[in-house]
């Protein structure tokens, strides 16, 4: 891996920050080149059944016509349609683009993560309450009667496939009904985003049961009862949050071995422990570089004589990949020439490559990040011992999910600051969960102060808060570093 940059890896006021960046890819959808645009849009119009299964689509041209891009992009992103399975191309007379709806709903269920299906549940809870909640403000009788509707074909239909259509028509019409079209266009993407999952292994009776909930909303609406409308609708995305973690859960890898009483999880965990205890072993290599380039310099060093770091920050993360998210080094106030903070700090994007993270260090800019007030800098300056923050959501920077590790750098009693690394939770939970369902009994792992890093069971999510019973006892006891706990539940 080769990091090339022109300038530094922080901002001191001018461009954009990697927050920025990231907030507004998100705020116009643009989460990646314009091919994966196009193709995520088709993909969502099949998933959300706006595209039916066996329907013809248009020519390359027309579509490319439709979709305002070139027909080199349109083909290159039928492509990926075709290899993620949604749909099919025959040559000839009577050929064309077909959609293929997948038959293995099970198979997206993969790429999530718990974290990334419980951050998922919030996010639609969020817009389901408040779209329901606003509809019963809002709503006309007429429109009213239009949900009644959506109701009726929701309990008619009967197998799994025709009822999440029914619901996700039943969920935008809630959110039209509340005269709000930021509302409706985020539950359709939610809708899309989440696909076929909700209907996995419906039974009838789950069926009906889930039509039962949605007709509560409707009745709330319909009574004008705006908080008892935002419970009922929170509530339903919350039991199928809860039905999609336990099928995570399911499918999650298991150890080849009999299932272990509950003392016995750290033996499994020593995999992973072994994994983030060489993380920290490499970032005290690192450190020892940074205070090498520090005494080298004849002066106070400047933030030019840091790029010698890059080297060994991309070694880093190559080795580490894909645990971690970001590292580098954490530069103590005042210790450079020409910034008062600087971080040297580099990250994976969600393309794969590696780039500066860019931060705002002008204390007069509104977006100003003090990274000194935060703990894991508190940490370093006060210990000369590794530490673990979190899990946080890190919005000033990535706007991930992360645990920050921090190695303090001091030489001859002076604080230099800290060579770091910010762990992915979600790539920590998939190394831990193997040992998690492998025990016996209900069981979390959380960090010291309670908060849930993953846990075996899907009524505790991660970044729940927990009470820690005393006496529990440490995931890792022989690790530097670990101070995380296993938790009986």
């Known amino acids: 891996m080769v990091l090339d940059v022109k300038g530094g890896s922080s901002g001191t006021g ?21 091919v994966e645009a196009v193709a995520r849009s088709l993909g969502e119009a099949i998933r959300l059944g706006v595209v039916h299964d066996g329907q013809r689509l248009p020519p390359e041209v027309q579509l490319a016509e439709l979709f305002g891009v070139s027909a080199v992009t349109m083909r290159e992103a039928l492509a990926v349609l075709r290899e993620q399975g949604l749909i099919a191309t025959r040559r000839g007379r009577g050929g064309g683009t077909v959609v ?13 993560s718990i974290q990334d299906l419980r951050d998922l549940g919030d996010h639609r809870s969020a817009v389901s309450g408040t779209a329901a909640s606003l509809a019963a403000e809002r709503g006309l009788p007429d429109e009213v009667r239009r949900l009644e509707d959506c109701v009726r074909r929701l309990r008619e239909a009967r197998t799994p496939g025709d009822w999440r259509r029914a619901d996700g028509e039943l969920a935008i019409a809630i959110a039209t ?13 939610l809708l899309a985003e989440v696909g076929d999952l909700v209907a996995l292994d419906l039974e009838p009776d789950d069926l009906d049961d889930l039509s039962d909930r949605r007709a509560e909303v409707v009745r709330a609406v319909g009574d004008r009862l705006p908080d008892r409308a935002r419970a009922l609708a929170e509530a339903y995305v919350r039991r199928q949050t809860e039905r999609l973690v336990r099928e995570r859960l399911r499918l999650a890898p298991r150890t080849a071995v009999p299932p272990v009483a509950g003392d016995a999880v750290t033996d499994r965990l020593a995999g992973v422990v072994a994994d983030v205890d060489a993380v920290v072993t490499d970032l005290e290599h690192l450190g020892r570089q940074y205070a090498d380039t520090v005494r080298a310099a004849a002066e106070r060093p400047s933030r030019e004589a840091l790029a010698g770091l890059r080297p060994a920050i991309a070694e880093l ?67 000369r011992l590794p ?4 899990p946080y959501v890190d919005f ?3 706007n991930e999910y992360t645990i920050t590790v921090v190695s303090p750098v001091w030489s001859q009693g002076r604080f230099l600051g800290a060579a770091g690394a910010d ?11 193997p040992a998690l ?35 529990s006892r440490a995931a890792a006891p022989s690790s530097r570093l670990w101070t995380w706990l296993l938790v009986d539940l």
């Not at 001018?14 to 507004?24: H, Q, W, Y």
């Not at 009904?177 to 985020?186: D, M």
């Not at 500066?356 to 007069?364: E, G, M, Q």
């Not at 762990?423 to 969960?433: F, Q, T, Y």
């Open 14 to 34: 001018a461009g954009l920050t990697t927050a920025m960046v990231r907030t507004l890819h998100a705020s116009v959808d643009v989460r990646g080149s314009r």
């Open 100 to 112: 293929r709806v997948p038959v293995d709903t099970r198979e997206p269920l993969h790429g999530f």
């Open 177 to 189: 009904t509340a005269q709000s079209p930021r509302l409706a266009r985020e539950e359709a993407l």
């Open 317 to 383: 993360l190559g080795r580490h990949d894909p645990l971690l998210k970001g590292a580098g080094v954490v530069v103590a106030s005042g210790l450079l020439s020409d910034a008062a903070l600087w971080l040297e700090w580099w990250w994976r994007t969600s393309r794969g490559d590696t780039e500066a993270l860019r931060v705002n260090l002008d204390p007069s800019a509104p977006d100003y990040h003090d990274y000194t007030t935060s703990e894991y800098y508190a940490a370093a300056g006060r210990s």
């Open 387 to 390: 530490y673990a923050t979190g």
């Open 396 to 398: 000033a920077c990535t």
């Open 423 to 433: 762990i992915l939770v979600a790539a920590l939970e998939r190394l831990v969960m």
């Open 437 to 471: 369902t492998s025990v016996d009994r209900p069981l979390a792992l959380t960090s010291h102060g309670g908060r849930v890093i993953a846990a075996n069971v899907p009524h505790v999510l991660p970044g729940q808060c927990i009470d820690v019973p005393p006496g």
